[in-house]
C-alpha cells in the first residue's frame, strides 16, 4: 500500500465505479471511503468491488465527513450534475485533496463551473472532468492521423447525440477539441426544440437540436441531436485528402494511399481491442493513471483537466444561447447560467405537453425521485 494514493468517491451510480475501475485497474490508488446517502447501495457497490484488495472503503451518508474523517487525497464526484460544484468546492476547500475527478457535464452553468475552477486553484488542487474518451485508442490514432496530414486539412466533423446536450454531446465537443488538438472553438451556432418537460439528472434538457461549430483553424464540426433514431459516440471527419469514420472501439481511414477503407482496430495500454466493456474500462485506468502521474509531478499536465472541461461545456451552452438570442455566438460566452433555462422560465420554450419528467430517475432508490445533491 506504500505510495498508493488514497481515493474517496461521493456517489455510488455507474459512473463513479467506472472511476473506481480506473483507480483500482492502474495499481496506484486504495479507496478508503465512499458517500452516498443511500447504505444499501454502498453495500452494493462493496461487491462489485470485492475481489480488489486496494478496496477498503469505509462508508458514509455525509460526504463532508467522508472528507474529515477519511482525508483523501483524492475525490471522486458522481452526483446528479447540481451537485458537481457544491462538492467540487467543498472537496477543494477541505485541505489534504491533491485532485479532484468530476464526472461530466462539468457542472449545470458556466457559473458554477468556474467556480470550479477559482476554488481549486485558489486550494492548489488539480481539477479533471470526466471525459474518459480521451484516453481511448481510437480517439488519439485519429488524432495522430489528423496531425500526420493522412486526410490534409480537417474541413468537417459530424456526430450524432441524444438525451440532452449537456449529458451525451458534451463528450463530443470535447472530443472536437482533442481530435484538432484542442484549438479554440470561436463560434457557436444553434437551436434547439422542447415542446415536453424532460430532465437529465435534474438539469432541464432540450428534445432536439442543431448545432454547428467553428474553430479557430477553420474547421468546422456538427452534432444533429434526436433529429434521427441514431446516437453513438464517435465522429465521422471529413479531410481536403482523405476521411476518417471513428468509433469508440476502432477507426477506418480513406485517402489516396488506402485503396478504400482501411481498418484499424488499435489495443490499449490497458485492455485488449475487444476486451469486456472496452471503451469504459481502458478510458477509465487511461484517466486514472494520467491523473497519477500528474499529482506525482511526473508529468506537468492532464488531458482532461478542468479548463478543458470548461471549453466543452461552454460550447453546448452556447448552443443554448444561440438559440435564445437567435445569433452566431462567439465565444468565450458573456451569460454564465444556462440560457436554456432562461428561455423556458421568461417563455421563449413553452412546454406544448406538460408533465416533468427525468430521464434518468429510473437509477434512483425508494421514494427519492430528485438530486442527492437536494438533501446533503
Excluded at 484499424?264 to 469486456?276: N, T, V
Aim: hydrophobic content about 40%; overall charge negative.
Amino acid at each position: 500500500m506504500a505510495g498508493k494514493l488514497r481515493v474517496g468517491v461521493i456517489g455510488s451510480g455507474g459512473m463513479t465505479q467506472n472511476h473506481s475501475r480506473g483507480y483500482l485497474n492502474t495499481g496506484s490508488y486504495e479507496i478508503v471511503a465512499l458517500a452516498d446517502l443511500s447504505p444499501d447501495v454502498m453495500d452494493e457497490y462493496d461487491e462489485v468491488f470485492s475481489e480488489y484488495d486496494d478496496y477498503k472503503a469505509k462508508h458514509f451518508t455525509d460526504f463532508r465527513e467522508m472528507l474529515r474523517s477519511a482525508k483523501p487525497e483524492i475525490v471522486s464526484i458522481g452526483v446528479w450534475h447540481g451537485g458537481h460544484a457544491p462538492m467540487t468546492v467543498a472537496a477543494a476547500a477541505a485541505g489534504g485533496v491533491k485532485a479532484i475527478l468530476c464526472e461530466k457535464p462539468m457542472a449545470d452553468s458556466l457559473g458554477a463551473a468556474a467556480t470550479m475552477l477559482m476554488v481549486c486553484k485558489r486550494h492548489n488542487v488539480k481539477l479533471i472532468i470526466g471525459h474518459q474518451r480521451r484516453f481511448l485508442p481510437a480517439y488519439t490514432l485519429a488524432k495522430q492521423m489528423i496531425e500526420d496530414g493522412e486526410i490534409g486539412e480537417v474541413r468537417l466533423i459530424t456526430s450524432v447525440a441524444g438525451d440532452g446536450l449537456p449529458n451525451y454531446a458534451s463528450h463530443q465537443t470535447d472530443m472536437f477539441r482533442y481530435l484538432l488538438g484542442d484549438v479554440e472553438c470561436t463560434w457557436v451556432m444553434g437551436n434547439v426544440e422542447r415542446e415536453t418537460d424532460h430532465w437529465e439528472r435534474a438539469t432541464r434538457i432540450e428534445d432536439r437540436a442543431l448545432a454547428v461549430f467553428g474553430f479557430e483553424n477553420d474547421a468546422q464540426a456538427m452534432i444533429v441531436s434526436d433529429l434521427t433514431p441514431v446516437r453513438w459516440q464517435g465522429a465521422r471527419i471529413y479531410g481536403s485528402e482523405g476521411m476518417i469514420n471513428m468509433t469508440t472501439d476502432d477507426l477506418f481511414l480513406m485517402n489516396g494511399k488506402t485503396a478504400g477503407w482501411a481498418h484499424y482496430k488499435p489495443d490499449g495500454e490497458f485492455f485488449k481491442y475487444g476486451s469486456d466493456r472496452f471503451e469504459w474500462v481502458e478510458g477509465g485506468a487511461g484517466q486514472a493513471r494520467e491523473l497519477a502521474d500528474w499529482v506525482t509531478g511526473r508529468t506537468d499536465y492532464h488531458r482532461g483537466n478542468g479548463d478543458n472541461g470548461y471549453k466543452a461545456l461552454e460550447m453546448v451552452h452556447a448552443v443554448y444561447e444561440s438559440a435564445r438570442l437567435h445569433v452566431q455566438v462567439e465565444l468565450p460566452m458573456k451569460t454564465m447560467v444556462n440560457p436554456l433555462d432562461v428561455m423556458i422560465d421568461s417563455g421563449h420554450l413553452q412546454v406544448r405537453y406538460p408533465g416533468k419528467h427525468d430521464i434518468r430517475a429510473g437509477r434512483l432508490r425508494g421514494e427519492n425521485l430528485g438530486a442527492d445533491s437536494d438533501n446533503q
